[in-house]
């Protein structure tokens, strides 16, 4: 199975700063990489598929980017709604796999 | 707008077997798979497995394979996923997921709520 591994675990950081998350695949998985927010007791939130194309309403701040091995998650200015945690996921090869998540918290 | 609403909470003893069930609507049924994935409580998302709604297709993830069968009725466009022989670490939420197609990938975009399977003796 292909690993993912996100960095940080987790993150403090304030309104209007810019943040990145990190997503390392165990292997090549071009570029068939999706991201999603999850906040406590809700379902996931589609945010971005093919590492960097947003899904419909998700707003401009976010953004991916990467390619092969490695991908980000950037937030341009932190918003109130954004503190929660996100997870990457590669579909490239059965079974997709998620990485372990990064959790955002308020500074 | 997309909806895919899902059963209500379960309580099984171990060994027991749960259906959940994924009501969609909103869309073509059989234009989009459909992904089930799970959450145990404080834990991260795992990927169980995926249908096809035109073909009945499967993919099931290796660790669940011969316990899990994910099926679909078309004419209530509904996905439905059976867990057999419950053991205490399949207690989680379970989602239904919908994908959507991308040449021959599939990408989660609309999601259940979520149900909550607890396994407990």
């Known amino acids: 199975d292909i690993q993912m591994t996100q960095s940080p675990s987790s993150l403090s950081a304030s309104i209007g700063d810019r943040v990145t998350i990190t997503c390392r695949a165990s292997?090549?998985?071009?570029?068939?990489l999706a991201w999603f927010q999850q906040k406590p007791g809700k379902a996931p939130r589609s945010l971005i598929y093919a590492a960097s194309t947003l899904q419909s309403g998700i707003p401009s701040r976010f953004s991916g980017s990467g390619s092969g091995t490695d991908f980000t998650l950037t937030i341009s200015s932190l918003q109130p709604d954004d503190f929660a945690t996100y997870y990457c996921?590669?579909?490239?090869?059965?079974?997709?796999?998620f990485g372990q998540g990064t959790k955002l918290e308020i500074k | 707008q997309v909806q895919l609403v899902q059963s209500g909470a379960e309580v099984k003893m171990p060994g027991a077997s749960v259906k959940v069930s994924c009501e969609t609507s909103g869309y073509t049924f059989t234009s989009y798979a459909v992904n089930w994935v799970r959450q145990a409580p404080g834990q991260g998302l795992e990927w169980m497995g995926w249908?096809?709604?035109?073909?009945?297709?499967?993919n099931y993830a290796q660790k669940l394979r011969g316990r899990v069968t994910m099926t679909t009725d078309t004419s209530s466009s509904k996905a439905y996923m059976e867990l057999r022989g419950l053991r205490s670490d399949d207690t989680a939420v379970y989602f239904c997921a919908r994908g959507a197609w991308i040449q021959r990938w599939v990408i989660i975009d609309y999601w259940g709520q979520g149900t909550l399977v607890s396994v407990s003796s």
């Open positions: 292997q090549d998985i071009n570029n068939y």
């Open positions: 249908i096809s709604t035109s073909t009945g297709d499967t």
């Open positions: 996921q590669q579909y490239n090869l059965f079974p997709y796999t």
